[in-house]
């Protein structure tokens, strides 16, 4: 996440820390990242922030053995596509040594990167089994 | 003080463990003895993504879920591990619960004790009126050099405590009171990677004096017996000194062993009183009185007398109990690396 950098991290805040999306009450349909006009509804949609409660079902996931630089010291490790119960698909790593398709998880709150090792840390969520 | 009280609690131990034994094993010592000697099976330890403000946020989230955020107004964070030198902890748990930017922060220090003087100041702030709520955490991700003594209890946890008006608390503030003096027991210099410790004084001088005085004090002050409580929580570098302490203050294993989690996690030094405290939370029934002393080293105790309300009932498990059971075991091996990646930070 090194390229990243401070700023734009910093602006999605909301979203890395706490799952905050958007939800639209006229079609029912939670969006997360979150967007601020429902592209069902467009004008008709009653857009609100939504906080999504964490937990979902993995959808299909992957092993990753050669990671990029930022996640060296910690292959391999599990990217997953998750399904929220509010609907929005994700992709997150699972924290779990061994996951399998249609797991529940559970967001959980971590170390994502950081700038170096005197730059900033980045923090936000990855999953956890619930099994 | 007395009207104040815990609105909202959570514990937090990582599920890695290692054991003693296996740490005995590699330094060529007697593991019977390190392990009986300690008085600590094994130790938690954090995956190589967890620190002090990740741990900070799982127990704090835990201790306000369902509570409305907005209405925390202070949160002090107590560590010897911030993940920063220069940039608060408390700012990274008040923005992952939604607390922010209505409140005021900052990170404590006081070697183990840095959690409870939290919660003093956060009841302060709730008695006083100037804070509607206040949040206080203590955590740490401990380490020591590898074969140090400290290595085979060195271990990772956090607890967290939303602080509120009496009325809305699972468990009263009866009353807190604090010994501290000028004690090098135990110390790190700013830009040291592991502490010393001064081995004349970290047992009686240190922990036992500022713990039994502390104790005592607040007992004096409450006009209280040990058993007029049902659980007494102490501060647990190990699991001999706290049973000790226990003894000389007239407490019995009834009422300190529902707290006393070392022997399962090991030293998890900030947090270490204060996850006995969230233990023994889960298993309260209302009007149970629960006493607790923290140790720091430098050094001071601070002791709290609480007392459950029928809210207490009310609250489901803090899900302490699956983070000590549902754990995973290190060898040597593994959990060399978590360190190295660990100490490169
Ligand atoms: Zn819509």
Known sequence: MTEMGAPRFWRNIQQRYRLTGTRCDTCDTTYFPPRQLCPECRREGDVE????????????????????????????????IVELDEGPRVTAQIVDDEIQVGDEVEACFRRMGEGGGDGVIYYGFKFRSLD | ??????????????SLRIETREIARIWGEDPDEIENGLGVRQKSVPDLDEDTATMSVEAARRATDGEDSSRIEAIYVGSESHPYAVKPTATIVGAAIGA?????????????????????????????????????????????????????????GAAAFLLGDADDAVAKLEGTTSYTSDTPDFWRREGERYPQHGERFTGKPAYFKHTINAGQNLLGELDRAPEDYSYAVFHQPNGKFPVKAAHQLGF??????????????????????????????????????????????????????F????????????????????????DYAMYARHKDKIQEE
Do not use: W
Not at chain 2, 144 to 153: F, K, R, T, V
Not at chain 2, 260 to 276: D, F
Not at chain 2, 307 to 330: F, N, P, Q
């Open chain 1, 49 to 80: 922030e939504q906080e999504l409660n964490g937990t979902g079902t993995v959808v299909t996931y992957t092993t990753v053995h050669e990671p990029s630089p930022e996640y060296e010291g910690d292959s391999p490790y599990s990217l997953a």
């Open chain 2, 307 to 330: 007392r459950a309300t029928e809210k207490i009932e009310e609250t489901g498990d803090s899900k302490l109990r699956d983070d000590l059971t549902d754990v995973e075991h290190l």
């Open chain 2, 100 to 156: 922010t930017p209505g409140m005021t922060a900052a990170d404590y220090e006081f070697a183990c004790k840095a959690g409870t003087a939290a919660i003093q100041t956060g009841a302060g702030l709730v008695s006083s009126g100037v804070a509607d709520r206040a949040l206080a955490v203590g955590a740490d991700v401990s380490q020591g050099a590898p074969g140090d003594a400290l290595e085979y209890s060195a271990a990772a």
């Open chain 2, 252 to 305: 019995t294993e009834e009422q300190y062993e529902a707290g006393l989690l070392s022997p399962e996690i090991g030293n998890t030094y900030s947090a270490a009183s204060l996850l006995g405290l969230v233990a023994v939370l889960d298993e309260a029934e209302p009007d149970d009185r629960i006493f607790v002393t923290s140790f720091g080293s430098g050094a001071g105790s601070d002791a709290f007398s």
């Open chain 2, 1 to 14: 003080m007395d009207d104040t009280g815990i609105a909202g609690y959570g514990g937090y131990v990582p």
